[in-house]
């Protein structure tokens, strides 16, 4: 029946039936018999019928009848708004279904008939909805009806904002299907539509907006300024949806592995932003017009062009168009990876500052936009972008900076962390690059006044500054800049600063964590530039005396200490590892790094990848990157002149390996694994470390046999850093060795001792009096106390069957993280690796499923194909073992067997 009703002919003449017209001119035709003539359908079998033919594909064809129904549904002298809105729900279909040769010729008489519906006040609103969504598919298949006349969208995004609310959705839907029709606009359209989006973004209901978003994002091309400028007035909107549509179009975040700083594989060519210049000239143009119009923001004393949040979104969206045209990807997820980009960018700034240093130049034009907006509403990364365009190019900006010291002096003392560790760092710069003694002197003074301030912040704020004053003004007595030599009076005082810093860390315990925090921070940030102005200490040295030793032993207290916080205690080992850097005389490197490493008590994964940082840069010495200018200079830069010979990376390697990858404890283990990862991030080309990379290699491979997943992952990242700087020969040596972990779970026989955890605790119970049963000698005592003593030997085979699988979970960890890279050197291996993978992607453990079926993913692109190469194989593998003496290994075969398997490739 259904094929009968789609018949061509037959389907014609029902569409023509139900439209009443071809009946009425079949009946007027001479000599039509009688039995061939007939009457248009009545209403009531039209409302049962049209829904029906609705359905129908074919009907969406059939040319000219369902046109003639069309027209007579929505204009005949029978219908009615039901009809009606089956009228335009036949547009809808052909629209969906109906094939462009056929349908371009009535389009524009369509398109004409609905803009004439939708004008009509006096048309249900129903029909009126429907006619704007039909309105918008038209176009959307038909692109060449606009695509050279915006007068359309203009009505749309007028009406928008005047008729009701469930109206206002349907033109939404219109103008979203309407967009891809514009994306080839002639310079005189494109002029109007930036015109009618700019105007759109600030009108008062949200769908307007909302719509000028979408419209930026699919017509314009990423480095079209003014669409730019128009996503970043959304960007600050009171709307959330809307604020995330416009930063997703922006496309400036970027994501790092805090534990390896690799960067999300993102091709540079592909991220595409305007160019800074062109970017912040014209923001600045229309900021010049909106702080006279109506559409300025005023609060606190201040006007503004723009609102705080919008204007914070315009200087981030500033800042990685600068890091973009400098060469690098824009980061601007935080202030820790903007400022390692500083820098490079400074290059290019300095570039720009050679072509052009006038009020009304790019980098100028930012440093007001900057300053505007911090002066009204103080913010952390606002505050940050000042700074780094600050000590990028300081001789040519602080002069104009020297009348802001007052004001600058007020942001030191902010309520806001953040805020007073940029401030104190900007006023340092613009104190010392001024080279004024007097100013100088002056400003040591106040902030030397400052630290016995009742208020907490205010001694905070005036340490961080003496700790960037004195920082900075040793290093320039340190390289030898004669010109710029500090005078006695100066050297006394910052003398007098470093002990009363010291002496904060040494009362730690009575102290404030936030001072305490700020006292390393200063003291680090003093000792990465320079020796500190303090006696070495040691031999008939006063307890009481200040001295470096004494420092060094105040700050490994901390670390040690139970009582402080984590912040703290990550200071306190980064400022150790700092005062290494700048101090190559210091004979306490080694007693710095034995002290950090002994701090291990507890599981701190934090604190362990802070403690790993501060360990590299005291192994490193004064050739640690990090001793470098972080504004101006690069690390190859510092590379290139930093003095390696008397370090002590081989010394750090070798006790690392020796001492605490192999170590009893649980807790050291895992820090271990930090700590590996860290130096071989920082120092893999030394040739210490080229030197061990078989052994290194195989530290991390025994790591990722931890029951702890952390730790694998760790190893895992820590195995891909390692593959990186192998040889083409190691690289082979290291993925045949995971292949092999992987698939028979064998590890190295590790020692065992009275304390070594054998299992998780509370994994197999405890004790009768409570105790745990965790350690090699818990599990001899209940032994001995069952009057057992084979039962020994049953809990370290469960505890060998335990590690074997944390073997082959750990390896698939460091799998996944080498198998992308490693195409060429796994292929041998994929016959023996795909019959494993595929079984244990069905194993009873949770934890395995998802280690495998990691695996798999980063392995297998297509799963299909790779099943039907290696089908011969996976089956020879799950016949082997469905009879296995393991009950997890009968488990998962019987589970692939019987419900996963393709059964259409047996039969």
Same mark, same amino acid.
């Not at 007939?38 to 040319?63: E, V």
């Not at 990379?693 to 491979?701: D, I, N, P, R």
């Given at each position: 029946? /259904? ?14 039936? #139900? ?29 049962? !019928? ?9 009907? @969406? ?88 006349? !915006? ?91 809307? /604020? ?30 305007? @160019? ?44 990685? &168009? ?110 010392? *690059? ?21 208020? #907490? ?26 010109? /710029?030599?500090? *005078? ?40 990465? +530039? ?5 006696? #070495? ?37 980064? &400022? ?81 390996? @020796? ?38 290699? *195989? ?19 820590? #195995? ?125 453990? !949770? ?33 082997? +073992? ?7 290994? /009968? ?17």
């Amino acid at each position: 029946m /259904r094929a009968g009703w789609l018949a061509g002919g037959l389907a014609g003449w029902r569409a023509g039936w #139900l439209a009443g017209g071809l009946a009425g001119w079949r009946n007027k035709l001479v000599g039509v018999k009688p039995e061939l003539k007939c009457m248009p359908a009545c209403t009531r079998i039209r409302m049962k !019928i049209l829904p029906h033919l609705l359905k129908a594909r074919q009907s @969406a064809n059939i040319f000219p009848s369902n046109i003639q129904l069309i027209f007579d549904l929505l204009y005949g002298i029978n219908t009615n708004t039901k009809l009606k809105a089956y009228g335009i729900q036949m547009i809808h279909h052909m629209c969906l279904n109906c094939t462009d040769q056929k349908f371009a010729t009535f389009s524009p008489v369509l398109q004409t008939k609905l803009i004439n519906l939708v004008r009509e006040s006096e048309e249900d609103p129903k029909v009126i909805r429907l006619a704007y969504v039909a309105l918008g598919k038209l176009v959307h298949k038909f692109p060449q009806l606009v695509s050279t006349n !915006i007068a359309l969208v203009q009505v749309f995004f007028s009406v928008i904002s005047q008729v009701d609310s469930e109206t206002r959705l349907a033109v939404q839907e219109a103008l979203a299907l309407m967009a891809d029709a514009f994306r080839d606009l002639s310079d005189l359209n494109r002029a109007m539509m930036e015109a009618l989006l700019t105007e759109a973004i600030d009108k008062d209901d949200p769908q307007s907006r909302m719509m000028a978003v979408q419209y930026c994002e699919k017509i314009f091309p990423r480095d079209h300024v003014p669409a730019s400028y128009i996503l970043l007035l959304a960007a600050g909107d009171q709307k959330e949806d809307i /604020r995330i549509e416009a930063r997703k179009a922006l496309n400036i975040t970027g994501g790092m592995d805090k534990l390896t700083s690799n960067k999300s594989p993102v091709a540079l060519d592909t991220i595409i932003l305007p @160019a800074f210049p062109r970017m912040v000239l014209y923001i600045k143009e229309k900021a010049d017009l909106r702080v006279t119009s109506q559409k300025r923001y005023e609060g606190s004393g201040h006007t503004l062009p723009f609102n705080p949040a919008t204007f914070s979104e315009i200087l981030v969206f500033l800042r990685a &168009c600068l890091a973009r045209s400098a060469g690098l990807p824009p980061d601007v997820d935080g202030v820790a990876d903007m400022k390692e980009q500083a820098p490079v960018i400074s290059k290019y700034v300095s570039a720009l500052l050679k072509e052009d240093s006038s009020e009304r130049s790019p980098v100028q034009t930012y440093v007001t936009l900057a300053v505007m907006l911090v002066k009204a509403a103080v913010g952390e990364l606002p505050m940050y972008c000042l700074l780094e365009m600050v000590a990028m190019a300081a001789e040519l900006l602080v002069p104009q900076f020297i009348k802001h010291l007052d004001w600058l002096k007020t942001l030191v003392f902010s309520k806001n962390d953040g805020i007073r560790d940029h401030a104190a760092n900007l006023y340092a710069i613009v104190v010392c *690059s001024r080279g004024d003694e007097g100013c100088t002197l002056d400003a040591l003074e106040t902030m030397q006044k400052s630290l016995s301030n009742k208020v #907490l912040e205010t001694q905070h704020g005036a340490m961080l500054t003496l700790g960037y004053m004195v920082g900075q003004l040793l290093r320039r007595t340190r390289q030898g800049d004669g010109s /710029r030599a500090v *005078s006695p009076k100066i050297l006394t005082i910052m003398e007098k600063a470093v002990r009363d810093i010291a002496c904060m860390i040494k009362g730690a315990d009575e102290s404030s964590p936030l001072l305490v925090s700020g006292a390393c921070q200063s003291l680090g940030e003093i000792g990465r +530039n320079a020796p500190l102005t303090l006696p #070495l200490g040691g031999g008939d040295a006063s307890t009481e005396e200040i001295t470096k030793l004494s420092v060094i032993n105040n700050l490994l207290a901390i670390v040690k200490s139970g009582k402080e916080n984590v912040k703290s205690k990550e200071r306190a080992a980064l &400022c150790l590892g700092q005062l290494c850097v700048g101090d190559p005389g210091l004979p306490y490197r080694r007693m710095v790094i034995e002290g950090l490493m002994k701090s291990v008590t507890t599981r701190q994964v934090d604190l362990q990848i802070g403690l790993g940082e501060a360990l590299v840069f005291a192994a490193q010495g004064p050739s640690a990157p990090i001793g470098r200018d972080m504004w101006t200079q690069t690390e190859a830069e510092w590379k290139e002149r930093a003095d390696s010979d008397s370090d002590e990376v081989e010394w750090y390697v070798t006790e690392l390996l @020796a001492k605490y990858v192999v170590s009893t404890n649980p807790h050291v283990r895992q820090a271990s694994s930090v700590w590996l990862l860290a130096l071989v991030k920082g120092c893999s080309a030394h040739p210490a470390l080229q030197g061990r990379l078989l052994v290194l290699q *195989s530290a991390f491979m025994q790591l990722l046999s931890e029951n702890d997943e952390l730790t694998q992952d760790i190893s895992s990242k820590g #195995l891909g850093l390692v593959y990186d700087v192998c040889s083409k020969e190691q690289k082979e040596a290291l993925v045949g060795e995971l292949v092999d972990t992987l698939t028979t779970g064998k590890r190295k026989v590790q020692k065992v001792s009275a304390d070594t955890q054998v299992f998780e605790e509370d994994s197999i119970g405890k004790t009768p009096d409570g105790g745990n049963l965790s350690t090699y000698k818990e599990l001899c005592s209940i032994a001995n106390d069952l009057n057992q003593p084979d039962l020994i030997y049953k809990f370290m085979h469960l505890a060998n069957h335990h590690a074997l699988w944390n073997s082959k979970k750990g390896a698939a960890f460091g799998f996944s993280t080498i198998a992308a890279q490693a195409g060429e050197q796994l292929a041998p291996y994929l016959p023996q690796i795909v019959p494993r993978l595929y079984r244990y992607q069905f194993d009873p453990n !949770i934890k395995i499923q998802r280690a495998m079926t990691s695996i798999w993913n980063s392995l297998v692109k297509d799963n299909k194909s790779t099943v039907d190469t290696y089908l011969k194989e996976i089956l020879e593998d799950l016949l082997c +073992n469905l009879t296995n003496a393991q009950w997890r290994i /009968r488990e998962s075969r019987h589970v692939n067997y019987g419900i996963y398997m393709p059964w259409h490739f047996i039969l």
